[in-house]
């Protein structure tokens, strides 16, 4: 198991901040084996397309340029442009091979890691110079690894370099007895397949590297548990701090609650320990809606608040509590609670539209049925 430089276990898979930061830093899982190999498939598909073509080209080229003129030979101004010009060709001719090279050397590391670009990666770190730490690199996991890595290259390799030789033993041998042009194109055909051939060996080695990165570098990112305390403090707070968040945004919500009481039509009490305060628009339609609702102290902050803006106080405690446990703040009334707080509604309309109506004391209505489902006893 992983220790870190405190002699801790990194028990703990990394979490998804510690991945994002050794992004940044540039510790993403590579693998170079897959990479050349894919880079190596390339160049040998690559030369077996565009071989032949550049060959004849390249033939061209060279032709041109050893076929001056005895005076071109000693003007040194044209043999310089002569240079020029076949250096120029030569590189465009080898561009389409070069770009398909570049492409596949872009964008195959995506597929282990995906494609990642670091300024910190880039940067002089001194602890890479520590030869402490170099020495646990090459006896660690990953020396063991390259140590079998380059291993399993030679033995690949080498078996199936022999492998070809003996089976094409005879087509070589018989180089001898072709015409210069055409043993040579059959040469440079068959090496083009060699390579991709032994190209292909390397499979074995990028099967067998690419997992061991990702989980050696999963290793690298473990944490301890110490560690997933000291992340989750910083980033969320420690609970004294995030308790006295809570306890802000629990005091910022309940003045915006009480900044509605006054818009209230009605606040239904249970005289010890709740009250609700309901708005109903009749022009919008709507079921009434709860502003605001509390228990105990709240409740009575409620009710000072009413009464400080004259709004009707009602003494209903079945429907206070059937309300205030069924609805949420700034929620319509359920649809099984429309008749009883009408009958109060309309009650409390009355009472407005009688001149010298004194809501400064709380009133009483007994004319109201609670749906089973919401009742509360206490």
Do not use: C
């Not at 005895?70 to 101004?77: A, G, H, L, W, Y």
């Not at 473990?222 to 992340?231: H, L, Q, S």
């Amino acid at each position: 198991m992983a220790e870190n430089e405190d002699g801790q276990e990194k028990s703990e898979a990394p979490s998804e901040k510690r991945r994002t930061d050794a992004r940044e830093r540039g510790q993403v899982p590579r693998s170079r084996e897959f990479n050349t190999f894919f880079m190596m498939i390339a160049s040998g598909a690559g030369l077996l397309m565009l071989g032949p073509t550049m060959m004849d080209k390249l033939l061209d080229i060279l032709k041109i340029g050893f076929s001056p003129t005895r005076e071109q030979i000693f003007d040194t101004k044209f043999m310089a442009l002569l240079l020029q010009d076949r250096i120029l060709e030569s590189l465009i001719l080898m561009a389409p091979l070069m770009l398909m090279l570049y492409l596949v050397a872009l964008f195959i590391p995506m597929i282990v890691g995906g494609w990642n670009f670091s300024f910190k990666a880039m940067a002089f770190k001194g602890s890479k110079l520590d030869p402490l730490k170099g020495t646990k690199r090459i006896f660690g996991a990953q020396g063991l690894m390259e140590l079998v890595k380059a291993i399993a290259k030679v033995v690949l390799i080498g078996w199936v370099a022999v492998a070809i030789l003996m089976w094409q033993a005879d087509s070589i041998m018989g180089l001898g007895y072709m015409p210069v042009e055409v043993a040579l194109e059959f040469l440079g055909r068959d090496i083009i397949w060699f390579f991709i051939l032994m190209s292909f060996s390397l499979i074995v080695v990028a099967a067998m590297d690419t997992p061991f990165q990702i989980w050696n570098n999963t290793q690298q990112l473990k944490m301890t548990k110490k560690e997933v305390k000291d992340e989750n403090k910083n980033q969320e707070g420690s609970p004294e701090t995030k308790s006295r968040i809570r306890r802000v945004q629990i005091e910022m919500a309940r003045r915006r609650m009480m900044q509605q009481v006054p818009t209230a039509d009605v606040v239904i009490t249970n005289p010890t320990h709740y009250s609700v305060a309901l708005r109903y628009d009749q022009e919008s339609g709507g079921a009434p809606v709860v502003v605001a609702k509390g228990t105990d102290t709240l409740a009575f902050r409620i009710r000072a608040v009413a009464n400080e803006h004259n709004v009707p106080i009602l003494e209903s405690p079945a429907l206070a509590r059937a309300v205030y446990y069924s609805t949420d703040l700034d929620e319509e009334i359920p649809s099984e609670l429309y008749l009883a707080v009408a009958k109060v509604l309309a009650y409390i309309f009355s009472l407005k539209d009688k001149p010298g109506t004194d809501f400064s004391r709380p009133l009483e209505f007994t004319d109201v049925t609670i749906p089973e489902g919401f009742r509360r006893d206490n």
